[in-house]
């Protein structure tokens, strides 16, 4: 038996043999699950945003009692990371975003600050999931990792400010 704190994450399943309560085999399902907050938090959508017109102007032509929305199956490839090395980042934050230096956002239910841990070289880029690779970073800076016009020079001037606080601490 396993119990799980926290919310998980259904990344696969697969059909197996396996023995019940009296020993008898029997078909069993068993899932893949991931903590949720290991998980990433943005899939790519394959649909073009510029495809709905400009954002400055009321949409008029969508009807209010349209279809349901339609769904697709996908499978994506999950890098399953250390939780040490995103406790740690937290930890070594104090609360503190390690690139804009404001404090979290908000805090989780449990009381701590909300921040983001971000593998400054991508691990599916083949980055490694080590401490001084991370950096605990509110939602914003996050974002502007992946988004923004300058998420090269800012994932830059961010790795230089972890390996300088490793080279101290």
């Keep these: 038996m396993w119990r799980f704190s926290g919310a998980m994450v259904c990344i696969g399943f697969k059909s197996e043999r396996r023995p019940?309560?009296?020993?008898?085999?029997?078909?069993?399902?068993?899932?893949?699950?991931?903590?949720?907050?290991?998980?990433?938090?943005?899939?790519?959508?394959?649909?073009?945003?510029?495809?709905y017109g400009p954002t400055s102007e009321p949409r008029t032509d969508a009807p209010l009692d349209g279809p349901e929305a339609s769904s697709v199956q996908a499978t994506r490839r999950v890098f399953?990371?250390?939780?040490?090395?995103?406790?740690?980042?937290?930890?070594?934050?104090?609360g503190?975003?390690?690139?804009?230096?404001?404090?979290?956002?908000?805090?989780?239910?449990?009381?701590?600050?909300?921040?983001?841990?971000?593998?400054?070289?991508?691990?599916?880029?083949?980055?490694?999931?080590?401490?001084d690779r991370v950096a605990a970073i509110c939602p914003n800076c996050h974002a502007r990792c992946y988004y923004n016009a300058d998420s090269a020079s800012?994932?830059?001037?961010?790795?230089?400010?972890?390996?300088?606080?490793?080279q101290v601490g």
């Design 20 to 51: 019940d309560i009296a020993g008898k085999l029997r078909d069993a399902i068993v899932f893949g699950l991931l903590p949720l907050e290991t998980f990433p938090r943005c899939v790519a959508s394959a649909v073009d945003p510029t495809a």
């Design 154 to 166: 800012f994932n830059n001037a961010l790795r230089q400010n972890i390996q300088s606080k490793a």
């Design 96 to 131: 503190t975003c390690e690139s804009c230096g404001n404090s979290a956002p908000f805090t989780r239910p449990s009381g701590e600050p909300y921040l983001e841990v971000h593998h400054i070289d991508r691990l599916a880029d083949g980055g490694p999931d080590r401490i």
């Design 80 to 94: 399953v990371r250390e939780m040490i090395v995103r406790d740690q980042a937290l930890r070594h934050s104090h």
